[in-house]
């Protein structure tokens, strides 16, 4: 079975930094592209990006080119999501998917979510 | 990008009753890479269809999806107490993805 495990809650203050991350099991990692999907306070779903683990291939949505880095480590089948500067405009909530049935697919399988809060 | 604008933003009904949900695209979607998933508070999204018309697996069949190019479709035939939620549509077409706004349905 195809599970999706997040990292838990964060509060931060802006301008510091922070690594999220999102842990598979049930599939051999390498083989499915995941992405990141960000949800506002109250707000719809937006596709921030994508990586193949398999090889690192990387591609964003250029909202988000440049203000979040997509990476993955298959040697602990584990994705992440990492800020170099947080702005509260990031408190949100942050979900990983998969693309199981391949790139050009929707997303079958989602993370339960990881609430970002930024605030002084 | 593909631009998906969902109509209408909120649909007051009750249960038994039918449910039809639009998502038009600024452009035309090919091969129908055309997705609606469902989220509940508290929860993260469900696919339910994709393909445009596939329904996902566990989906159960008062749940269908229609459409093609540019107009694309949800339709739930006999509303259940737990498909009051917000849904949402997405075409994964073209890079980027991208989803529509979403349409609530809630009980009346």
């Known amino acids: 079975e195809v599970q999706l495990v997040q990292s838990g809650a964060e509060v931060k203050k802006p301008g510091e930094s922070l690594k999220i991350s999102c842990k598979a099991s049930?599939?051999?990692?390498?083989?499915?592209?995941i992405g990141w999907v960000r949800q506002m306070p109250g707000k719809g779903l937006e596709w921030m990006g994508i990586?193949?683990?398999?090889?690192?291939?990387?591609r964003y949505s250029p909202s988000f080119q440049g203000q979040v880095i997509i990476s993955a480590d298959k040697s602990i089948s584990t994705a992440y999501l990492h800020w170099s500067s947080l702005k509260a405009s990031d408190t949100a909530m942050y979900y990983c998917t998969t693309l199981a049935m391949g790139y050009n697919n929707p997303s079958d399988y989602w993370g339960q979510g990881t609430l970002v809060t930024v605030s002084s | 990008e593909i631009v998906l604008t969902q109509s209408p933003g909120t649909l007051s009904l009750s249960p038994g009753e039918r449910a039809t949900l639009s998502c038009r695209a600024s452009q035309s979607v090919s091969n129908n890479y055309l997705a609606w998933y469902q989220q509940k508070p508290g929860q993260a999204p469900r696919l339910l269809i994709y393909?445009?018309?596939s329904r996902a697996t566990g989906i159960p069949d008062r749940f269908s999806g229609s459409g093609s190019g540019t107009d694309f479709t949800l339709t739930i035939s006999r509303l259940e107490p737990e498909d009051f939620a917000v849904y949402y549509c997405q075409q994964y077409d073209s890079s980027p993805r991208t989803f529509g706004q979403g349409s609530k349905v809630e009980i009346k």
């Open positions: 990586i193949y683990p398999g090889d690192a291939d990387t």
């Open positions: 049930g599939y051999r990692f390498s083989d499915y592209w």
């Open positions: 393909g445009a018309s």
